[in-house]
């Protein structure tokens, strides 16, 4: 075997472990990208397990807020009114990062959609509308848009969001 012969199966050993190499490194950037999904659905999960609490321990506000109009939300008291909009910025808070979640290709769009039936259930709201008129501008401007944008959904009723499809 010639030193030509030697260099030349060297070079095909070279080749094959580059694209050996490259195989693999596709292979890490898959699962990586996996891990990164999930660990997204994971944090959007706990994001919304954290305001669970605050939710229920003011249950009685964000109902009387969600469902108010120009009057009753006037005649709110200034503590009810405090706690609502703050509430439902949190919630609004969640569902802008998970936008942007989206916009970058971390959430699949099966995700998305079923969080932006969520998402519309309150957004549909009198009371939200009221506390948007007062707030939009501490959200991004595609985000506003989206939401502006929405075609308000056939459940729940605009007064009530525990009602049934039907």
Known sequence: MS??????IT????A????????????QLRESARAT???????IATGWQSIGPLLADNAAVFAEGISANEQSFATMTNANKMAFMSII?????HYE?????QREGVIQREDWNAW????????HMPGVQIWWRMRRDTFAPAFREFLEASVRPVIPSQTDVFTLPG
């Open 97 to 101: 990062n998970m936008f942007v979640q």
């Open 116 to 123: 932006t039936i969520h998402m519309f259930m309150y957004w």
């Open 11 to 14: 070079q095909i050993i070279a």
């Open 37 to 43: 999904r999930a660990q997204i659905h994971q944090n």
């Open 3 to 8: 030193l030509e012969h030697i260099f030349f």
């Open 89 to 93: 910025f949190v919630f609004f808070k």
């Open 16 to 27: 094959v472990a580059v694209v050996l190499s490259l195989v693999f490194v596709g292979y």
